[in-house]
């Protein structure tokens, strides 16, 4: 007789993670424990995503009219340049201590954009410069594989 497997699947209903605990033969297990940071008025997500916050290194950068970012988008004011091993494209990033309520999209990579860097589109070289580099709380939205 073959052994019956129960699937357990731990949910953490805030509409930020969806957690899988994992499959096992019919065994109470323990959920393992996720830090979730809490995010004020957010409406459940039609998608299942994983929230954490990270300090970052974030410096700015302009580019010429025409030009696209990796993503194959214009760059315009939200985007930002990441390393994508650490950030995937297509994460939302919120920036609350300097940006209050402004999400930015990963949509663009850099070859000087290595580890825990993201890189803010400026519309300008002046702003680009002026604003220089800071370290910087960052709630990046990570969408779950699906």
Do not use: H
């Amino acid at each position: 007789m073959g052994k019956n497997f129960c699937f357990s699947l731990a949910v953490i209903f805030t509409g930020i993670i969806f957690a899988p605990v994992g499959l096992s033969p019919c065994v109470q297990t323990e959920a393992k424990t996720i830090s979730v940071i809490p995010m004020k008025k957010m409406a459940l997500l039609k998608q299942p995503v994983f929230l954490f916050q990270k300090t970052v290194l974030a410096t700015a950068y302009t580019s010429k009219p025409g030009d696209l970012t990796f993503s194959e988008t214009k760059p315009s004011l939200g985007t930002i340049a990441v390393d994508p091993k650490r950030i995937p494209l297509g994460s939302t990033v919120y920036l609350p201590d300097i940006f209050p309520g402004q999400k930015f999209l990963a949509v663009d990579t850099g070859k000087k954009i290595k580890g825990w860097k993201i890189d803010i589109w400026m519309p300008s070289d002046d702003l680009a410069l002026e604003w220089g580099k800071k370290k910087l709380r960052a709630i990046i939205k990570k969408p779950l594989a699906g």
